[in-house]
């Protein structure tokens, strides 16, 4: 494994807090997805650096703050 001296970043959703109303996986299809019940499923973990855009753009968007970057 290569060091780049950058630890992983993941994606995490509080299930406790997420209403499963779909603005995430919406706002980026290409980092989430959406399980049969409508709640959000994240595609890579942990995140690639071309992800972070994508991440960042998701926990704007959540009204219900279920999403946080974490490293
Ligand atoms: S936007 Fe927030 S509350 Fe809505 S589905 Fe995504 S994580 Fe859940």
């Not at 995430?24 to 972070?52: F, H, K, M, W």
């Amino acid at each position: 494994m290569i060091d780049t001296g950058q630890e992983a970043k993941h994606l995490v959703v509080d299930r406790s807090a997420c209403a499963g109303h779909g603005l995430c996986y919406s706002a980026s299809p290409d980092l989430l997805d959406s399980d049969e019940q409508g709640n959000p499923v994240i595609l890579r973990d942990p995140l690639t650096p071309d992800d972070i855009g994508a991440a960042d753009a998701a926990v704007i968007v959540c009204p219900e703050r279920a999403l946080t970057v974490q490293s």
